[in-house]
């Protein structure tokens, strides 16, 4: 049987990792062509310099090579293919080259200036093709395509051969150019990105071993089959089941190819941006080493008197495969067999056995329904231990039971299944799954079930408390950031990058970025500090004069983490709330001394904004227009009148209007005993004044880092305008709205738009992204010492 035969596989891992790479490269070569042409041109300069050192026949020889090299190569193979049959890897292979170079031709039209293309008469005429011009960067972006879509389909060797062919073409294009182009990385990303996704929409070939290769690694271990079929036509792990020469029994073949490193990797890289370091798996060194634990996980198992298959060897196949012989355990998986079939006796059987791995100190981590069997004999037994972990900690093997409670529960109930972990594992040890209940403390395939049963996790939850007797407890804080949030950001950030042309020329930016005065740095940074320092006092005074200073102050440099959790500073909020209920104040005082501070801020804002506002005789800035008073004194009677129609709605009055009031009197009872402190109002309502001074300086000493020109009152307003209009804007920090507001003020004051979009990036990075790095540790460190 041909093991290897053609099944075309769409998303696989190494075409979504091949787009990563690709996408990445690409936004570094757009980088470094907008803010980096002089830099880069000099290296090129001193790549050709020596180039051209070389004899004119010598050039003209390794020129017209590559040249031909880039004709004949992509005619031959078309010429086999055809010959072959092999038809959609040949249309898959022109689809790609013509949508990469047209891509490129379309960016290059548009951006030459900025990309550094080259015009013919730049080019020196030493080629067989053409002139040196040839191969162009479309042709290299058609070439890194063709590569790109013909990688699956080659072996190893050849796969890096294609590659050191147009790295060599990509260096001979450089180096023949009289002024070399800053787009060849483009180019060659453009290919890369293009191919990737010609292979994601129309699959590419999985990366399964010929089956005269796996044999002769199998026959190299001393092995001798007689027969071989696979057993699992749609898992991304292919399984084979064996017969061989003096053994008595069937074996199961488990294969590991090279692509699961790529799906690994993937995996982690998104499991570090959204969930916490404790989540994050750490990786294996290579394929092999995971195999061997998996292997060893397994041993353990079955010395703990777990039912699991017996490891009868390991090895690798010439490709880079890796292979798994054990023996074959017969039953029916649980997902696919009657709830009859799964009886008191069977859930003894599997509950003991997960004590006995308990005892063992190992855990599972996947106990899926696809990974138990029930056996002829009314036994369970357990299967694949590849994501097991050897001295594993209680967190960790209270998962496993968690898990299998929620696997059991789609098919025989809840009730059923928690009676049954109940009278063998005791109620201490179900009793302890209670904070693991939830999504993403379950792996992929669990979580999916859960997903597809809304309430099931509650209703876990529940049956686990009413039959253990434990209280409620809080869910374990696993991830760091929500996909949403990510998509918030990226958009903000997108939609502000989209708006500079707008906002100003490019080229005007850039000029003025280089012209800046760098000494105003550390000013810059020491009035950004400083925000924290008064955010601290602000927050001591709202909340106690008695709470600890430093931790005070450690939770409000947390916050500058949190603030890319949600918009209008949801995240900054819920950590102060955390923060006091573990400095001891009960929930609602908690709460009441957050929305005090926030309230304390919102009241300083609107009076400073007035403030500078009337201090600059202006009644707009910018394209931003102040209403006038009649508009004012309408738009608030409206407000007023839409307020007294909602309380007559009797729902309203008790789900939105009773709440309110309950927030209102705790926080009216938390303000009564600030106002008894002149020290805490002196702290609340000065810390708020003096974190909006901190915040307008810092953006006055960026303004003057770009040539100044603003008096203190407009540089005030412009602020205070911005972070008004940013306050309502759906982004983490108000991306994109802050930014292209306080640009647009600048710019209405009178300064130029290249300085302004200077100045205002200078500030953002300041005050926004460089707190974010030191907020995550000091999160961190609170988490880990009790504070959060």
Known sequence: MDLAARRYERWAADDRMRLVVGLVVLSVGLFLAALAQNTIGGVEADLVSWFNRLPDQTIGLVVGAGQLIVVVVPLAVWVLLLWRRQFRLWGMQVLAMNVASWTLTLIESRYADRLGVIEDTNTISRGWVADAGFPSSSVIAASAAFVTVSAPWLSQRWRRATWSTLIVLVLLRIVASGEPPLDIMVAVAMGMVVGSLTLLVFGSPRPTPHATELLAALRARGMNP??????????????????????????????????????????????????????????????????????????????AG????????????????????????????????????????????????????????????????????????????????????????????????????????????????????????????????????????????????????????????????????????????????????????????????????????????????????????????????????????????AYSLDLPVLATFRSQLASSFTALVAPANAGGMALGVRFLQKAGFATPAASSAVGLNALGSIVVHVVLLFAFVSWTGQTGVGSFDLPDTSTALVFIAIVLAVCGLLLLIAPVRRRVIGPIIKILRSAGGHLGSVFTSPIRVLALFGGSALITFAYAATLGFSVEAFGGGLSIPEICTAFMVAVTIATIAPTPGGLGALEATMIAALAGFGMDHGPAVGAVLTFRVATFWLPILPGWYTFAWMQRNGEL
């Not at 003096?246 to 190819?257: A, D, F, N, P, Y």
């Not at 790529?262 to 570090?272: E, N």
């Not at 098919?411 to 201490?428: C, H, M, N, Q, R």
Request: proline share 4%; with cysteine; net charge negative.
């Open 226 to 303: 007689t027969r071989i079929e696979r057993v699992d036509t749609d898992s991304s792990t292919p399984r084979y089941q064996l017969s061989a020469q003096g053994e008595s029994r069937e074996l199961i073949v488990k294969l590991r190819t090279p692509q699961d490193r790529s799906s690994d990797l993937l995996d982690r890289l998104w499991a570090a941006v959204r969930l916490r370091s404790s989540e994050v798996e750490r990786p294996y060194s290579s394929l092999k080493r995971r195999v061997e634990h998996e292997a060893l996980a397994t041993t353990v198992a079955s010395s």
């Open 306 to 541: 777990a039912d699991v298959p017996t490891i009868l060897g390991l090895g690798d196949t010439e490709s880079g495969t890796v292979y798994l012989v054990s023996s074959r355990v017969d039953g029916t998986p649980l997902d696919a067999c009657d709830n009859d079939l799964i009886t008191p006796a069977v859930l003894t059987s599997l509950w003991s056995q997960i004590l006995d791995l308990r005892g063992a100190r190992l855990a599972h981590r996947n106990l899926a329904l696809t990974n138990v069997l029930i056996g002829g004999d009314k036994s369970a037994r357990i299967l694949d231990f590849d994501r097991a972990e050897v001295s594993a900690g209680d967190r960790d093997l209270n998962r496993d039971v968690a898990e299998l409670l929620v696997s059991l529960s789609t098919k025989i109930g809840v009730p059923s299944t928690v009676t049954s972990a109940v009278e063998t594992l005791g109620s201490d040890v179900v009793a302890a799954t209670l904070p693991q209940l939830q999504p993403l403390a379950l792996p992929p395939e669990i979580r999916s079930l859960a997903q597809r049963h809304k309430s099931l996790l509650d209703e876990l939850s529940v049956a686990v408390r009413d039959q253990t007797g434990a209280e409620e407890v809080e869910l374990e804080q696993l991830q760091r950031v929500r996909p949403k949030t990510i998509l918030m950001i990226v958009a903000g950030s997108l939609a502000f990058y989209s708006l500079l042309p707008q906002l100003a020329n490019v080229d005007e930016t850039v000029d003025a970025l280089g012209d800046a005065n760098l000494w105003w740095l550390p000013a810059i940074i020491a009035g950004s500090a400083a925000t924290y320092v008064f955010a601290t006092m602000s927050a001591l005074g």
